[in-house]
């Protein structure tokens, strides 16, 4: 993990809430790439949000792991 990287997740998730300006604005759901420090900073600093997968980044995992057959 890089050296401070969750804590500049912390700070863009942070500075986006006070662009916000209102806790109705709030984010509900994060969409991550399963980046661990991302998701670490998310609960941090939007404990209420929940956390859900790029579907993009899930179709990719599965076609990197799925062997074709002919």
Known sequence: M?????????????????????KSNMSKVVVTDRDATLMNAATTVLPKSSGVLCYFHVCKNVKAKCVTVE
């Not at 997740?9 to 209102?22: A, G």
């Open 2 to 22: 890089a050296v401070g990287k969750e804590e500049n997740f912390v700070w863009v998730l942070e500075t986006m809430l006070k662009l916000l300006n209102s």
